[in-house]
């Protein structure tokens, strides 16, 4: 399974994007986004159970939204009201399992390479 991330780039305050992230081969079941900060650890902010089941850290409740087209198997992550707390790396990453998808970054199986999110 290859993820592929597009739609980061920078946007002023209070702006928004959306990110997708393009899933090719195999059936997966919980898929996520992850974002990480320069010094900061990286942290889960929104995964989506198979069922369609959304989940999100409580920073971004409100302004981001995760769903999926399980017919073009992509990702998408949009993000209203940007922040500048938002600038991350933001990741997408799947697994094999379903069921609870807040887990580590690791413990998914398919990671996607990043994708550059700047609010100023």
């Known amino acids: 399974v290859q993820l592929v991330e597009s739609g980061g780039g920078s946007v002023q305050a209070g702006g928004s994007l959306t990110l997708s992230c393009a899933a090719s081969g195999g059936r997966l079941g919980c898929m996520a986004w992850f974002r990480q900060a320069p010094g900061k650890e990286r942290e889960g902010v929104a995964s989506?159970?198979?069922?369609?089941?959304?989940d999100y850290i409580e920073s971004v409740k409100g302004r981001f939204t995760i769903s999926k087209d399980s017919a073009m198997n992509t990702l998408y992550l949009r993000m209203n009201s940007l922040e500048p707390e938002d600038t991350a790396m933001y990741y997408c990453v799947a697994a094999r399992w379903g069921g609870d998808c807040r887990r580590s970054f690791l413990a998914y199986n398919f990671r996607g390479q990043g994708t550059q999110v700047t609010v100023s």
């Open positions: 989506l159970e198979g069922d369609g089941t959304p």
